[in-house]
Nanobody, 129 residues
Framework: QVQLVESGGGLVQAGASLRLSCVAS????????MGWFRQAPGKEREFVAH????????YYADSVKGRFTISRDNAKNTMYLQMNSLKPEDTAVYYC??????????????????????WGQGTQVTVSS
């Protein structure tokens, strides 16, 4: 049974940094593409970033490019999202997600919610102005 657990959210002021973590269990972590999504109140859940199963390819939404960095430590079964220069519009619940198919990756194939088979419970990030 796959389990994804996010942590690291909180309340910060604009311009601050946070690092989110997502610990995975239940499958061989290093075989699966991972992603971060976020959902603000009243809005659809949106793509933030993804990282290939091998860890050498990453892709970001335009809204976070240059400020956020996705990474993974396969030895620790953990994915990270380093968020710098946070803005009030980054306020949302952040979710990590895992692809359902082993050793599969394409840039366009992992931009939508439907591409992922497993989700964490989310962690709240609130950025005050």
């Amino acid at each position: 049974q796959v389990q994804l657990v996010e942590s690291g959210g909180g309340l910060v002021q604009a311009g601050a940094s946070l690092r989110l973590s997502c610990v995975a269990s239940g499958r061989f972590f290093s075989d699966y593409t991972m992603g971060w999504f976020r959902q603000a109140p009243g809005k659809e859940r949106e793509f933030v970033a993804h990282i290939s199963w091998s860890g050498d390819i990453t892709y970001y939404a335009d809204s976070v490019k240059g400020r956020f960095t996705i990474s993974r430590d396969n030895a620790k079964n953990t994915m990270y999202l380093q968020m710098n220069s946070l803005k009030p519009e980054d306020t949302a619940v952040y979710y990590c997600a895992q692809a359902p198919v082993r050793r599969s990756y394409s840039r366009s194939g992992y931009l939508s919610r439907g591409a992922y088979g497993y989700w964490g419970q989310g962690t709240q990030v609130t950025v005050s102005s």
